[in-house]
């Protein structure tokens, strides 16, 4: 066990290593590609600047995730909402299934030049365009859920006089809970993912992507490679510590074990 | 049946499969143009379906520059994807035979598989510029690790047995690659082509919009309608990002469908 953790740490401790070396022997451009030293200072600095009251950093960060947290939630609720809807109902499927594959596979950021014309900058558009794409995985892997529901298990509980409200609570709920939660889990890493590009274009005075962004277009190296250090850690604890624990408390509990299902 | 006869069942549930599929679209278009010509919504940014229609027809046929934002972008998507599927597969391969790199790389990989495009390409867009090559480059690092990882998970997965038995067979090396590990592993392998080509496809949509000196391209076709204000440019470029990020979707979905439930002849009977 030490031994895997010592090989897998090593590659990584290498390339830094290599990395820091380098751009401080100026091997490569330090501008382009500052040590990692050098972007963990601007990390802290980003941080403490402004301290007490107003730290830069935690700003655009709290920006953000306030976005995506509005997005989220809509998008979320009305992907279980609709997803219910289609599951249900063939009708509804089979005249919205085709929309929603093609709207789909539009990413969230070419939307983004649109909202823009319809919406105007900041805020309208960067909620809008992050519940939309919570809302398209969500309502995808709910429908699949539903409709994959066993119809002999409704019907067993129909005969045992369950009421149609217990019908949806303790068989569909249940059963299609996994699937629901691989949609929701995708939909919070399309969620993020978008409102940070779109605040890269659509930018308003605050966010990550919009402080990337303005650090990008004036080659301030440190300050992107710190932004988007900020940015994949926050992804990471919502996916793991958020929805990892909720989806222990409630599908591990239900004895359902979460399928993998791929984008 | 006859063998014709089979062909001619198939070929028209697929027509009757696709005007299903097109029939929602043809709804929406006749109610959204009903509203616009009624004057019933009035809206400078949301044309109506005819006028799309023929800003189609001017593009297509007139000046044909939608072929050339079209062509320009599938060339890039092509170049990166390839260029990741050649490496990745091979990688992949690699460190599923040797336990040593398997132990050292597989969790990095599995880190860097899970960082989003959207990522990757400020940092490509200042350390190699603002044309082609950044987006190129990020259609490749966005495909290449879900590739390399799949084709690695797919091959380890593979019964030891039947290794063995092609080693003591005398096949090594590239041989042993191409007759046995990669069919035996090929249903992973697809599906790490098929959850690439969506990244891929997410990538080179971000890059072209961002990366400032590309022309042509279908994100930077919808981006700069913005600064005419066109939307039923906008809209026209949309329609097609989806409808070709579709397709190529469908594209994997069938070959692995094509793989799986058809060759253990499972196809579902409707």
């Keep these: 066990m030490r031994r895997k953790i010592f090989l897998a740490i090593l590659p990584i401790v290498i390339f830094l290593l290599a990395w820091e070396v380098s751009a401080r022997l100026e091997w490569v451009n330090p501008v382009l590609f500052p040590a990692p030293s050098a972007i963990l200072n601007e990390l802290v600095d980003l941080f403490q600047e402004g301290l007490p009251a107003h730290s830069i950093l935690i700003n655009h960060t709290l920006a953000t995730l306030k976005r995506l947290g509005i997005g989220f939630s809509v998008g979320v609720l009305a992907g279980v909402l609709m997803g219910v809807l289609m599951g249900l109902s063939n009708p509804s499927f089979h005249f919205f299934n085709p929309l929603i594959l093609v709207l789909m596979s539009i990413p969230g950021i070419a939307l983004a030049p649109l909202f823009i014309i319809w919406l105007g900058f900041g805020d309208p558009t960067i909620i809008t365009l992050g519940a939309l794409s919570t809302f398209f995985p969500v309502v995808y892997s709910t429908t699949t859920g539903v409709r994959s529901v066993d119809r002999q298990m409704v019907r067993a509980a129909q005969i045992m006089g369950a009421s149609r409200l217990q019908v949806i609570t303790s068989v569909y709920i249940p059963w299609s809970a996994a699937f629901v939660f691989n949609g929701i889990k995708l939909g919070l890493a399309r969620g993020w993912m978008t409102v940070i590009a779109v605040e890269f274009v659509a930018a308003s005075n605050y966010g990550l992507g919009y402080m990337i962004w303005y650090a990008t277009e004036r080659l301030k190296a440190d300050v992107v490679y710190a932004g988007i250090l900020v940015m994949i850690l926050i992804y990471f604890i919502l996916d793991k510590l958020l929805i990892g624990n909720v989806e222990k408390k409630t599908i591990s509990r239900w004895g359902m074990i979460t399928q993998k299902q791929e984008e | ?270």
């Design chain 2, 1 to 270: 049946m006859t063998e014709q006869k089979k062909k001619s069942i198939s070929l028209s549930s697929k027509l009757k499969s696709s005007l299903d599929f097109l029939f929602p679209f043809l709804i929406i278009g006749i109610v959204w143009e009903i509203l616009v010509q009624t004057g019933i919504i009035e809206l400078r940014s949301l044309p109506a379906p005819s006028t799309l229609l023929a800003k189609f027809w001017e593009l297509t046929f007139v000046n044909g520059i939608l072929w050339k934002h079209l062509g320009s972008s599938l060339y890039r998507l092509a170049t990166g994807y390839l260029l990741a599927v050649l490496i990745g597969t091979a990688l992949g391969a690699l460190l599923a035979q040797k336990p040593l790199l398997h132990d050292m790389f597989e969790p990095s990989l599995n880190l860097l598989m899970s960082v989003p495009t959207i990522a990757w390409i400020p940092i490509f867009l200042i350390t190699l510029g603002l044309g082609d090559k950044t987006v190129i480059i990020a259609i490749f690092t966005s495909s290449f690790f879900a590739i390399t990882y799949n084709t690695m998970r797919g091959i380890e997965m593979i019964d030891k047995s039947i290794v063995n038995a092609a080693h003591l067979m005398g096949l090594h090396g590239l041989n042993l690659f191409l007759e046995v590990l990669l069919p035996a592993s090929m249903l992973s392998i697809i599906n790490g082509l098929r959850l690439a080509i969506g990244y891929a496809w997410r990538a080179l949509v971000g890059g072209e919009l961002l990366a400032a000196m590309i022309e042509w391209g279908l994100g930077k076709m919808v981006y700069q309608a913005r600064y005419f204000n066109d939307a039923s440019v906008m809209l026209l470029g949309l329609l097609i990002i989806g409808i070709t990020g579709f397709l190529l979707d469908k594209t994997f979905l069938t070959i692995l469908e094509r793989n799986t439930v058809e060759k253990w002849g499972m196809t579902a009977k409707k």
